[in-house]
């Protein structure tokens, strides 16, 4: 059973423009919800973060937007750059219990020049 | 300072045949874990320790063993290694606090089982 779902599986964007990439989740007892930026031949490494107290994050050019109610969210670059271009997971977790970090099946982003 | 390492980076070896990997984090966490990210690009967590005991231990073939010779080091040991366990395996560690439980991944090891 899959407990986040991610779409769109790949993304290609013009530069200069924006990058949405969405995300829904199951388990209402998640409160944690991180977004990672994978570029070839690395390991992932966590871009930005939420916890369900706000509807939105922002840092830099990259924000999370919340929706409790819709138990979805979503990660939008603005201005997107060549240098995105990378695979995008979106995860979620209880923070203090005993759920792993579960991760969406990822976006691979492609911004052309 | 490398945060997550692994050692080796790639791995090729034959159908059969039994191979490891070492893990070591200089970060001070108390949480290590192993990932499998296949040809798609999957993430699947695989086992989870916490101050060398083992928390985690998802569907995993037993063939499969993890060893925690203390909270700075998980190694990976694969027995009678197979064509499907081919992928890239990411080890990494994380300090859960109130704030979040970022995870800081290594380089991963490419495995090709041929």
């Known amino acids: 059973q899959q407990q986040v779902k991610q779409s769109p599986q790949s993304l290609i964007v013009q530069k200069g423009g924006i990058s949405i990439i969405n995300c829904a989740y199951e388990n209402t007892a998640f409160d944690y919800f991180p977004w990672y930026q994978q570029f070839p031949g690395k390991g992932p490494a966590l871009l930005i973060a939420i916890r369900p107290d706000v509807s939105e994050k922002k840092e830099g050019r990259f924000t999370i937007s919340f929706n409790k109610s819709a138990k979805q969210f979503s990660l939008h670059i603005m201005d997107s750059q060549p240098g995105d271009s990378a695979t995008y997971f979106c995860a979620a977790s209880h923070l203090g219990g005993s759920e792993k970090l579960v991760f969406g099946k990822g976006t691979k982003l492609t911004v052309n020049p | 300072d490398t945060a997550v390492s692994q050692t080796p980076k790639y791995l090729v070896t034959q159908m059969g045949n039994d191979k490891s990997i070492k893990c070591e984090q200089n970060?001070?966490?108390?949480?290590m874990y192993w990932y499998k990210q296949d040809s798609k690009k999957f993430l699947k967590i695989m086992f989870s320790?916490?101050?060398?005991?083992?928390?985690i231990n998802e569907t995993v073939p037993n063939r499969f063993s993890p060893k925690s010779p203390d909270k700075a080091h998980l190694n990976l040991h694969i027995n009678s290694l197979e064509l499907g366990d081919s992928a890239v395996y990411f080890c990494?560690?994380?300090?859960?606090?109130?704030?979040?439980?970022?995870?800081?991944f290594g380089p991963g090891t490419r495995l090709t089982v041929l």
């Open positions: 990494a560690s994380s300090q859960s606090d109130l704030e979040g439980d970022t995870q800081y």
């Open positions: 970060l001070g966490h108390d949480t």
């Open positions: 320790y916490n101050n060398k005991e083992l928390i």
